[in-house]
Each structure stands twice: as C-alpha cells, then as structure tokens.
C-alpha cells in the first residue's frame, strides 16, 4: 500500500467508524431535551401525587430546589433522570470538540445524580458530597449552554438566523438562570416562598437547555429530509469528512 493510499484512509476513515447516523443523534437531542423540560414539573407534581396517594398533607410539595428532591418522595425521578440524562450525554457523538463537551457534561449529570446535596444537619462528609453535587450541578449546566452558544449555532449551514438567535438566547438564558440561582441561594431570598427562587431559576435554566436540544433534534430531522446518512466528522488526522467523502 502507498503511502499516499495510507495518509487518505488516515484522513478519511472508512464509513461508519467513530460515527453516529443522523437518526440516532437526533434521538439522543430529543432524549436530553425531554428530560429538560419534564424534569421540573414532575419533580413537584410527583411529590404531590405522592401525598394525596398515602393521605399525607399536600402543602409543602414544592422541593427548596430541585437538587432538595432526593430526600423527597420523588427522589428516584430525580436520580434517574440525571442518571439517563448522563448516559444519553456521554454517547453523544457528533465531532472532537462536541464529543468532549458531551462527555464532559455526562459525567457532570452522574455526579449531580450520584452525589446527594447537602441535607439539614449534615455530617463533614455529607458537606463535601454536598459541594461535589453543587460544582458538578453549576458545571452541566455551564456545559449545556456552550452547546447552545456554539455547537447549534452554525454559521456554515442554511440555519435562519432567527434560529441562531433562538440558540443564543437559549444559552444566555441559562447562564443568567444559573447566576440568579447562585445569588438566590447564598442570600437566602424567598426562602419563606411556596415556590423557592432558587427552584425557579433551575426550572428556567432547565427548559431553555430542553427547549434548544429539542429543537436542535427537529433541526437536523427536518435537514435530513427522510433519508438515513452520517454527520460530518472531524478526523483523526485533523480534516473533516464531508458528507460527499463518505459515499
């Protein structure tokens, strides 16, 4: 074999390896944007129902924060979400950079979902766990925006530019959420509420990340026009394969 022969299959690596068919990127977009936009409200009305089901009093339904849910009656929503919202996360592959990112913003999801926050008289250790929840918390989140920010925002395809701003405000939105969820917290603001800021901030944050990878999952189903195909890949060797260069 040449080594010109070789340096183009380093380039371009045969069809199918280290890729993902558009279908199953898509699936994986909606699957995390589900999970964003049903988490908020399942957690409160799962506590509720959970009440009315044993006869307890349905008063204090709403959690202090969403975090505040695993010593609740929908504790195992809460993991299991996150823990799904990891999995779908860590086998989302689209390229190098995206790849990092969702790998990254995975893991994040399981600490969130494997590290309880810190409960009320906590122990030394339960503080520490309780802080590793709330940097791996602040970090999802953080990640989840850079994807709104610049992996669904392409300025090289057809993409509206209303989507692009869709995309953009997604992102701000979920930093600013994120930062007012922080200042709410440490000030203790509407710590009284029914309705805690803080659960508040979460719920926004959590639907703007839902809301974009949603709609990033229709985006890449409405390009596909019904036909199954690759994605783009950035290479091992540094190029790109375009989608011409995989036929």
Do not use: K
Not at 29 to 49: D, E, K, S, T
Not at 83 to 105: E, H, K, P, Q
Not at 146 to 174: D, E, H, K, M
Not at 184 to 195: E, I, R
């Amino acid at each position: 074999m040449s080594d010109d022969l070789r340096s183009e299959e380093t380039t371009n690596p045969p069809q199918g390896e280290g890729l993902q068919d558009e279908r199953t990127v898509t699936f994986l977009r909606f699957g995390v944007g589900a999970i964003g936009v049903l988490l908020p409200p399942a957690l409160p009305f799962g506590n509720w129902l959970a009440d009315e089901v044993t006869g307890r009093a349905t008063g204090g339904y709403w959690p202090a924060s969403m975090s505040a849910a695993y010593y609740g009656s929908t504790r195992n929503i809460f993991v299991g979400a996150l823990c799904a919202l990891g999995v779908f996360l860590i086998c989302y592959r689209l390229d190098r950079r995206d790849d990092r990112w969702s790998t990254a913003a995975g893991v994040f999801a399981l600490g969130v979902a494997l590290c309880p926050t810190t409960p009320p008289d906590p122990s030394g250790l339960q503080r520490t766990v309780g802080v590793v929840h709330l940097v791996c918390a602040g970090l999802l989140f953080v990640m989840l925006a850079l994807f709104c920010l610049y992996s669904f925002r392409n300025p090289r395809s057809a993409q509206p530019a209303r989507v692009a701003t869709a995309y953009l405000a997604a992102g701000v939105l979920i930093l600013v959420a994120l930062l007012a969820a922080v200042v709410t917290g440490l000030s203790g603001f509407g710590a009284d509420w029914t309705v805690r800021p803080v659960y508040l901030c979460e719920w926004v944050a959590t639907w703007a990340f839902g809301a974009a990878w949603i709609g990033a999952a229709v985006e890449l189903a409405a390009g596909r026009g019904g036909r199954a195909g690759s994605l783009p890949r950035q290479a091992v060797g540094g190029g790109v394969r375009s989608p011409e260069a995989q036929t």
